[in-house]
């Protein structure tokens, strides 16, 4: 049957993609030309699939052509994602992807990921901007796919070992910060025909669900309510994906403090997570209880026709996702969980649903350092003197000269600290600080020791060895190159040793520190110089993205920049 898949894969795909993919380098004579607009118009489908962009966004996205370093196609998404495609296509669905076409793609994302632009064909070096936006964000997430029409479900034990040798060596982040910043996912031929199948005419979804502690409203609509395992919740996401979301106002936002603390969750007490999450809420055209169970409470089962989950996507696709991991005991996850009928309701009633279900604004962890009497104390010390230190997420607070908020503070603090780890934690997930707002790295920088003098001192020194950093980069002949990745990547770094150096710790709690009585400038430029020397050395390949995020190498670094200091 693969043959005849197969066939339906290509109708399907160059229906969708054909005429909107740049095809200008194919030429009519072209003996390969029905294959290689085949293999373009997959590759769109993998990133219009894994992202849920508009077709549009994901034919722009190909990239594929002559000196494409054996990638197809790449595309940042706005939930901060960088997607990174290579499409083979095979007419007969014979054999596997080469383990030599795998080596190529692998060797051409390191090369992206390093910045050498110089060996890629022009259409992947027009993304260079977006690419380097992606690189400089310190949230980002590289997402690898290898999307085939060969039959074979697992690749070549070569094959598998260059992806996880890439993956081991992007990653790069050690035991202390096991997330992964890189992954990898093979669209095989038959999960293609699956989701193509799924996709046609859009099909609606309809699921059979089991509710322990189930109960019923049945004035004035029908509803049900209960608990759904976690393990069902992933076999959804397995299964179906972000059309789980179709008629949610938001699909999957990427990784957020929330989804860390879904995931933390998960991950260490996954039998508290029915008291920790707020649920799930889904409405479909019918409910159906069956006979199973009888009257009895304790276990439903049901029946939904067109069935869409309109509140909850972050959680449903945090424990989706969270089903890769093998130790994590999804069968112990307790989602509370609403159902809505829609028939015999009136009409619009469904949209109504979703907005009011959606109009709650997110708790985050750092929502509740306003409430800490440190921050309370230290904010009223900076309102004497005119300074307003913000304490709250706000649509309408802007950064100015004199004001600043609890994030900039953080990071400053970190970096005045001389800590390294601290600095990791600054630069790789600013939210482990308020995980813990009574003890840990929390308490280390926001102390009764901090005034609110020292606070904007540092505040200051960090704005200005960053505008300062800036201006290198706009200095730099081009955009790339591993001088250009310690300036974006090894910043925090940079602000750490200089304060260091300079020995300012003290001096930043002084009335009258001033930034102009130091010679900053001189002093980034040999450190940021002596990093770039040591990376050479050390870590000539490494994807400095993840290398600064990896607290055990970036003490080693900044180990050598003292000792060389010490050696001067």
Same mark, same amino acid.
């Given at each position: ?11 399907? #795909? ?9 095809? &200008? ?43 494409? =370093? ?6 940042? &998404? ?11 296509? &095979? ?22 990921? =390093? ?34 029409? !060969? ?6 034990? !070569? ?32 999960? $293609?025909?699956?989701? *193509? ?24 609509? $029908? ?34 403090? #929330? ?23 889904? $409405? ?38 969270? +089903? ?66 913000? *304490?709250?997420?706000?649509? $309408? ?82 955009? +790339? ?35 102009? &009585? ?51």
């Amino acid at each position: 049957m693969s043959v005849v898949h197969i066939q339906q894969i290509k109708n399907k #795909v160059c229906d969708a993609f054909a005429a909107k993919i740049d095809t &200008s380098d194919i030429t009519d004579k072209d003996k390969e030309k029905d294959i290689k607009i085949t293999t373009r118009c997959l590759a769109a489908y993998a990133i219009h699939y894994a992202s849920g962009c508009s077709e549009q966004e994901a034919a722009d996205a190909v990239v594929d052509g002559s000196d494409d =370093n054996g990638i197809d196609a790449i595309f940042y &998404s706005n939930e901060g994602e960088l997607y990174i495609v290579q499409s083979k296509y &095979s007419q007969d669905g014979s054999g596997e992807p080469s383990s030599g076409d795998v080596s190529k793609f692998c060797r051409g994302v390191k090369d992206l990921i =390093n910045e050498k632009f110089d060996r890629f064909n022009s259409k992947i070096q027009e993304k260079a901007p977006i690419i380097q936006q992606a690189l400089g964000a310190f949230n980002t997430k590289y997402v690898l796919i290898l999307i085939d029409t !060969h039959a074979q479900k697992q690749l070549a034990m !070569h094959a598998s070992r260059f992806i996880e040798d890439l993956l081991d060596e992007m990653n790069n982040n050690g035991a202390e910060n096991p997330d992964p910043v890189f992954s990898f996912n093979r669209i095989s031929q038959s999960i $293609i025909h699956e989701s *193509l199948a799924k996709k046609a005419g859009n099909t609606p979804i309809d699921v059979t669900m089991s509710l322990s502690a189930w109960g019923k409203i049945s004035e004035p609509y $029908i509803g049900y309510y209960g608990a759904v395992s976690g393990s069902e919740i992933a076999d959804w996401w397995k299964t179906y994906g972000d059309r789980l979301f179709d008629k949610n106002i938001r699909k999957v936002l990427g990784k957020t403090d #929330v989804n860390d603390s879904i995931e933390k969750t998960i991950k260490d007490c996954p039998e508290r997570f029915w008291y920790y999450n707020n649920g799930i809420t889904i $409405i479909a055209d019918k409910i159906e209880k069956s006979a199973f169970g009888g009257g009895n409470r304790d276990l439903g089962s049901f029946r939904l026709t067109n069935f869409a989950i309109i509140n909850g996507a972050q959680t449903v696709s945090t424990i989706g996702k969270s +089903a890769y991991n093998a130790e994590n005991k999804l069968e112990n996850v307790n989602v509370h969980t609403r159902i809505i009928q829609l028939s015999e309701t009136p009409e619009q009633f469904g949209e109504e649903i979703t907005k009011a279900n959606n109009r709650q604004n997110r708790i985050e962890n750092r929502d509740f350092v306003s409430q800490d009497p440190e921050q309370i104390r230290i904010r009223q010390e900076l309102l004497i003197d005119g300074i307003e230190y913000n *304490l709250m997420r706000s649509e $309408i607070y802007t950064p100015s000269e004199k004001s600043f908020d609890i994030t900039e503070a953080t990071v400053a603090l970190a970096c005045a600290s001389g800590r390294t780890s601290l600095v990791v934690n600054a630069k790789s997930n600013i939210g482990k600080f308020y995980e813990n707002l009574q003890r840990g790295i929390y308490k280390e920088i926001f102390n009764s020791t901090v005034t609110g003098c020292f606070l904007y001192n540092c505040i200051q020194l960090n704005r200005y060895v960053e505008n300062y950093l800036k201006k290198k980069v706009k200095q730099l002949p081009r955009k +790339a190159g591993r001088e250009y990745g310690v300036l974006i990547h090894g910043n925090r770094v940079i602000e750490m040793v200089c304060i260091k150096r300079l020995n300012l710790k003290e001096r930043l709690a002084s009335i009258d520190f001033d930034i102009t &009585s130091y010679d900053i400038d001189s002093v980034v430029d040999q450190i940021s110089n002596e990093i770039v020397d040591y990376l050479r050395t050390n870590y000539q390949d490494s994807f400095l993205a993840t290398l600064f995020k990896n607290a055990t190498k970036t003490d080693e670094l900044v180990r050598s920049l003292l000792s060389a200091e010490v050696a001067q």
